[in-house]
């Protein structure tokens, strides 16, 4: 039985590697020396990113070689411009979490330098890829592009591997079946409702897509794409109260990560974990800035359905089951009561059947 301390190892080199992350397999154990490796940021970890490395794990292991996954700590963009801040699906450690879950054998998180955007294609699969990783089979992405300036084709890359001893290879393509439910962890299949013009089956998923989607408010159809439903943890902060004067007390939230996406305005149904504790408890979410009391501030409130207690302090993670409306402003504090208790009712029968 492996320790902690060596299922995680500091990596030689430490402007190039954040850590290395032996996780074990799904497969059956390889028993040669060797790497099967793919490489990307893998923002998210859509349908996508789960498809590519299923395929690496399939063919590592046929060819008894450890599947390795590379990625980077912080998006490569971050240090190539340092006044741009990422808007980004997953952090780096809920993206540790879920390329875990994938089944792949160990985890190379870079940490993305300047020395590292000045290598070219080949010098990194050569100095990274197989020098340090010992890789010898390379599965690339449909889209993917790597080295400076990213100028390289596929071709280009075969021909690299040629050289190094690396056997280069293509994923396949993959796209979303038509009228098919992808979401993880579902007790029923979830409906497709479209808020946007977008058509998302039929096409491959991408982090770009589903950024567009949730910027929408189409937090449905971003699911689709990501095999669950999209989520923001963060911690309940002190409000403005005015909630708990309608009859529907809210937690203000303050995400962790400023980097998190924040889905359009809106009103949602979803579903709240505290805690740690997986997203089960039913709820609706309202991101705006209130304008029936003329607020001007952007503020995530969300109530939990038939729930008491203090939650202050507490940390929430808030799963986007489905936009029920735009935010929008009241005439009276009755009818935004009015119709709070219409989207609760609405809520609840989405949270609950989802």
């Known amino acids: 039985m492996k320790s902690e301390e060596d299922l995680v190892r500091r990596s030689e080199g430490e ?73 980004l699906l997953t952090t780096a450690d809920e993206k540790l979490q879920l390329l875990k879950a994938t089944g792949v054998d160990r985890i190379e998180m870079l940490t993305f330098t300047p020395e590292m955007a000045e290598l070219s294609a080949r010098q990194f699969m050569e100095q990274v890829l197989r020098n340090q990783l010992g890789t010898c089979l390379l599965l690339t992405g449909y889209d993917n592009r790597f080295g400076h300036n990213r100028t390289e084709t596929f071709d280009d ?20 079946p038509h009228s098919q439910s992808n979401i993880q962890n579902s007790q029923s299949a979830l409906p497709i409702i479209q808020h946007s013009e977008l058509n998302i089956q039929n096409s491959p998923p991408a982090s770009s897509l589903i950024r567009q989607l949730l910027s929408e408010g189409s937090v449905t159809d971003a699911a689709q794409l990501l095999g669950r439903y999209y989520s923001l943890t963060a911690t309940v902060v002190d409000g403005f109260r005015v909630g708990r004067q309608l009859g529907f007390p809210t937690a203000n939230l303050c995400p962790l990560s400023a980097e998190k996406l924040i889905p359009a305005q809106g009103v949602y149904a979803v579903r709240v974990g505290i805690d740690g504790e997986s997203p089960t408890l039913p709820a609706m979410m309202n991101i ?17 359905l038939n729930f008491s207690g203090q939650l202050y302090g507490h940390e929430l993670t808030v799963q986007f089951v489905q936009r029920l409306r735009e935010e929008r402003r009241f005439s ?19 949270a609950f059947i989802s």
């Open 332 to 350: 009276s504090p009755e009818q935004l009561t009015e119709q709070l208790a219409k989207d609760a009712q609405q809520a609840a029968r989405v």
């Open 157 to 176: 890359y075969v021909a690299y591997g040629r050289e190094l001893g690396i056997d280069v290879i293509a994923a396949t393509l993959f796209t979303i």
């Open 15 to 87: 402007s190039q590697f954040a850590s290395a992350i032996s996780v074990g397999s799904s497969v059956v154990p390889p028993k040669g020396e060797g790497r099967g490796a793919t490489i990307g940021f893998f923002d998210g970890v859509h349908l996508g990113h789960q498809h590519l490395l299923s395929t690496l794990c399939r063919l590592a292991h046929e060819r008894n070689l450890q599947s390795c996954v590379v990625t980077f700590s912080q998006h490569p963009r971050q240090v190539l411009c340092s006044n741009w801040t990422p808007t």
């Open 288 to 304: 705006g800035n209130r304008p029936t009391f003329s607020g001007h501030e952007l503020t995530l409130e969300v109530h939990l």
